[in-house]
Protein backbone atom coordinates (compact mmCIF):
# COMPACT_ATOMS: atom_id res chain seq x y z
CA UNK A 1 0.00 0.00 0.00
CA UNK A 2 1.61 3.38 -1.18
CA UNK A 3 1.94 5.55 2.47
CA UNK A 4 3.81 8.72 1.27
CA UNK A 5 1.42 11.77 -0.46
CA UNK A 6 2.86 14.74 -2.06
CA UNK A 7 1.67 17.35 0.71
CA UNK A 8 2.15 20.72 -1.06
CA UNK A 9 3.34 22.10 -4.42
CA UNK A 10 6.62 22.55 -3.36
CA UNK A 11 7.51 18.84 -2.44
CA UNK A 12 6.25 17.57 -5.70
CA UNK A 13 7.86 20.30 -8.29
CA UNK A 14 11.03 19.58 -5.60
CA UNK A 15 10.56 15.19 -6.50
CA UNK A 16 9.65 15.99 -10.15
CA UNK A 17 12.94 18.17 -10.21
CA UNK A 18 15.13 15.65 -9.23
CA UNK A 19 13.09 13.38 -11.92
CA UNK A 20 14.24 15.50 -14.68
CA UNK A 21 17.64 15.00 -13.47
CA UNK A 22 17.24 10.95 -13.49
CA UNK A 23 15.96 10.81 -17.17
CA UNK A 24 18.79 13.53 -18.22
CA UNK A 25 21.40 10.81 -16.52
CA UNK A 26 19.28 7.77 -17.23
CA UNK A 27 19.20 8.36 -21.31
CA UNK A 28 22.90 8.94 -20.87
CA UNK A 29 23.42 5.52 -19.98
CA UNK A 30 21.25 3.28 -22.27
CA UNK A 31 22.98 0.12 -22.56
CA UNK A 32 24.28 -0.72 -25.86
CA UNK A 33 22.44 -3.64 -26.41
CA UNK A 34 18.82 -2.06 -25.46
CA UNK A 35 17.25 -2.06 -29.11
CA UNK A 36 16.29 1.17 -30.27
CA UNK A 37 12.95 2.67 -29.37
CA UNK A 38 10.15 3.92 -31.83
CA UNK A 39 7.98 6.89 -31.92
CA UNK A 40 5.42 7.86 -33.42
CA UNK A 41 5.78 9.35 -37.22
CA UNK A 42 4.12 12.54 -36.32
CA UNK A 43 2.43 14.53 -33.85
CA UNK A 44 0.50 17.51 -34.49
CA UNK A 45 0.84 19.28 -31.01
CA UNK A 46 -1.97 21.87 -31.96
CA UNK A 47 -4.19 18.74 -31.42
CA UNK A 48 -2.09 17.00 -28.94
CA UNK A 49 -2.47 19.68 -26.29
CA UNK A 50 -4.77 19.83 -23.65
CA UNK A 51 -5.59 17.58 -20.75
CA UNK A 52 -4.84 14.10 -20.45
CA UNK A 53 -5.56 11.83 -17.64
CA UNK A 54 -3.13 8.89 -16.74
CA UNK A 55 -4.47 5.25 -16.88
CA UNK A 56 -1.54 3.67 -16.09
CA UNK A 57 2.21 3.86 -15.95
CA UNK A 58 5.31 2.34 -14.72
CA UNK A 59 5.34 3.03 -10.97
CA UNK A 60 8.47 5.70 -9.97
CA UNK A 61 9.47 7.10 -6.79
CA UNK A 62 8.16 11.10 -8.27
CA UNK A 63 4.92 9.69 -8.12
CA UNK A 64 4.53 7.56 -5.30
CA UNK A 65 1.18 8.58 -3.52
CA UNK A 66 -0.59 9.50 -6.70
CA UNK A 67 -3.69 7.37 -7.39
CA UNK A 68 -4.54 9.49 -10.05
CA UNK A 69 -2.64 11.95 -12.27
CA UNK A 70 -3.31 14.43 -15.07
CA UNK A 71 -1.43 15.89 -17.30
CA UNK A 72 -1.65 19.67 -19.32
CA UNK A 73 -0.11 20.65 -22.38
CA UNK A 74 -0.47 24.05 -24.17
CA UNK A 75 1.55 25.09 -27.47
CA UNK A 76 4.19 28.21 -26.74
CA UNK A 77 6.39 30.12 -29.32
CA UNK A 78 9.11 27.76 -29.08
CA UNK A 79 8.23 25.11 -27.06
CA UNK A 80 5.37 23.33 -24.47
CA UNK A 81 4.36 24.73 -21.35
CA UNK A 82 3.61 21.15 -19.02
CA UNK A 83 1.54 21.35 -16.31
CA UNK A 84 1.50 17.71 -13.77
CA UNK A 85 -0.98 17.42 -11.13
CA UNK A 86 -1.55 14.21 -8.41
CA UNK A 87 -4.33 13.50 -6.99
CA UNK A 88 -5.14 11.06 -3.97
CA UNK A 89 -8.46 8.42 -4.11
CA UNK A 90 -10.86 10.78 -2.92
CA UNK A 91 -10.25 12.96 -6.50
CA UNK A 92 -8.50 15.51 -4.14
CA UNK A 93 -5.26 17.44 -5.70
CA UNK A 94 -2.14 16.95 -3.31
CA UNK A 95 0.79 18.70 -6.05
CA UNK A 96 1.47 19.90 -9.06
CA UNK A 97 4.75 20.95 -11.12
CA UNK A 98 4.99 23.06 -14.03
CA UNK A 99 7.84 22.30 -16.63
CA UNK A 100 9.06 22.60 -20.44
CA UNK A 101 9.43 20.56 -23.25
CA UNK A 102 11.12 21.12 -26.49
CA UNK A 103 11.01 19.64 -29.73
CA UNK A 104 13.50 17.17 -30.80
CA UNK A 105 14.73 17.79 -34.04
CA UNK A 106 13.86 15.88 -37.21
CA UNK A 107 11.12 13.67 -35.28
CA UNK A 108 8.05 15.77 -36.40
CA UNK A 109 7.22 16.69 -33.08
CA UNK A 110 7.00 12.84 -31.87
CA UNK A 111 10.42 13.23 -29.33
CA UNK A 112 10.34 15.93 -27.34
CA UNK A 113 12.85 17.01 -23.92
CA UNK A 114 11.19 17.77 -20.72
CA UNK A 115 12.51 20.10 -18.73
CA UNK A 116 10.55 20.23 -14.95
CA UNK A 117 14.72 21.35 -13.13
CA UNK A 118 16.98 23.84 -15.74
CA UNK A 119 19.30 22.78 -17.08
CA UNK A 120 18.17 18.57 -16.93
CA UNK A 121 16.02 17.68 -19.49
CA UNK A 122 14.32 13.60 -19.99
CA UNK A 123 13.26 12.16 -22.82
CA UNK A 124 9.15 12.63 -23.71
CA UNK A 125 8.67 9.93 -27.13
CA UNK A 126 5.12 9.43 -27.67
CA UNK A 127 5.61 5.56 -29.01
CA UNK A 128 1.43 5.44 -29.56
CA UNK A 129 -1.16 7.86 -30.47
CA UNK A 130 -4.47 7.11 -31.74
CA UNK A 131 -5.18 8.44 -35.24
CA UNK A 132 -8.11 10.71 -33.41
CA UNK A 133 -5.39 11.72 -30.24
CA UNK A 134 -7.97 9.47 -28.01
CA UNK A 135 -5.31 8.38 -26.02
CA UNK A 136 -1.61 8.37 -26.12
CA UNK A 137 1.47 6.32 -24.83
CA UNK A 138 4.89 7.85 -23.69
CA UNK A 139 7.89 6.22 -23.11
CA UNK A 140 11.83 6.61 -23.15
CA UNK A 141 14.80 4.94 -24.86
CA UNK A 142 15.78 2.65 -21.33
CA UNK A 143 12.34 1.52 -20.89
CA UNK A 144 12.29 2.51 -17.31
CA UNK A 145 9.35 4.88 -17.97
CA UNK A 146 6.26 4.47 -18.84
CA UNK A 147 2.73 6.23 -19.53
CA UNK A 148 -0.84 5.78 -20.69
CA UNK A 149 -2.70 8.70 -21.55
CA UNK A 150 -6.44 9.34 -22.26
CA UNK A 151 -9.05 11.96 -23.07
CA UNK A 152 -11.14 10.41 -20.93
CA UNK A 153 -10.85 8.57 -17.54
CA UNK A 154 -11.05 5.14 -18.87
CA UNK A 155 -9.81 3.40 -21.92
CA UNK A 156 -12.15 0.86 -24.20
CA UNK A 157 -11.76 -2.58 -23.85
CA UNK A 158 -10.49 -2.68 -27.52
CA UNK A 159 -8.02 0.48 -27.27
CA UNK A 160 -6.76 -1.24 -24.15
CA UNK A 161 -5.93 -4.66 -25.35
CA UNK A 162 -4.16 -2.88 -28.32
CA UNK A 163 -1.75 -1.13 -25.94
CA UNK A 164 -1.25 -4.00 -24.20
CA UNK A 165 -0.51 -5.92 -27.36
CA UNK A 166 2.08 -3.33 -29.05
CA UNK A 167 3.87 -2.47 -25.77
CA UNK A 168 6.08 -6.18 -26.25
CA UNK A 169 7.03 -5.29 -29.08
CA UNK A 170 9.07 -1.98 -28.39
CA UNK A 171 10.68 -3.76 -25.04
CA UNK A 172 8.09 -3.12 -22.44
CA UNK A 173 6.39 -5.86 -19.58
CA UNK A 174 2.64 -4.84 -19.56
CA UNK A 175 2.49 -6.72 -16.24
CA UNK A 176 4.75 -3.81 -14.99
CA UNK A 177 1.77 -1.53 -15.35
CA UNK A 178 0.00 0.29 -12.41
CA UNK A 179 -2.97 1.02 -13.00
CA UNK A 180 -4.72 4.04 -11.41
CA UNK A 181 -7.92 4.42 -10.13
CA UNK A 182 -10.72 5.93 -12.50
CA UNK A 183 -11.79 9.03 -10.74
CA UNK A 184 -12.70 11.51 -13.57
CA UNK A 185 -10.71 14.36 -13.36
CA UNK A 186 -11.66 16.09 -15.68
CA UNK A 187 -15.24 16.50 -14.36
CA UNK A 188 -15.51 16.83 -10.87
CA UNK A 189 -12.20 17.25 -8.81
CA UNK A 190 -12.21 18.81 -5.34
CA UNK A 191 -9.20 20.96 -5.31
CA UNK A 192 -7.51 20.54 -1.98
CA UNK A 193 -4.31 22.64 -2.08
CA UNK A 194 -6.79 25.41 -2.74
CA UNK A 195 -9.41 24.70 -0.20
CA UNK A 196 -5.85 24.51 2.47
CA UNK A 197 -4.94 27.78 0.63
CA UNK A 198 -8.19 29.62 1.30
CA UNK A 199 -8.38 28.49 4.71
CA UNK A 200 -4.84 30.21 5.60
CA UNK A 201 -5.92 33.39 4.48
Request: charged letters at 20%; hydrophobic letters at 35%; a neutral charge.
Amino acid sequence: MVTHRFQNKAAFALTIGLLGACLFWSGCATHPDTPPLPSVASVDLERYAGKWIEIARYENRFEKGCVGATAQYRVEAASVSVLNQCYDANGERIGEAKGEAKMVEGSNNSRLKVSFFWPFYGDYWIVMLDKEYRYSVVGEPTRRYLWILSRTATLSSHDKQTILAYLPTIGYDPDQLYWTKPIDLAQSVVDKSHAQENQNR
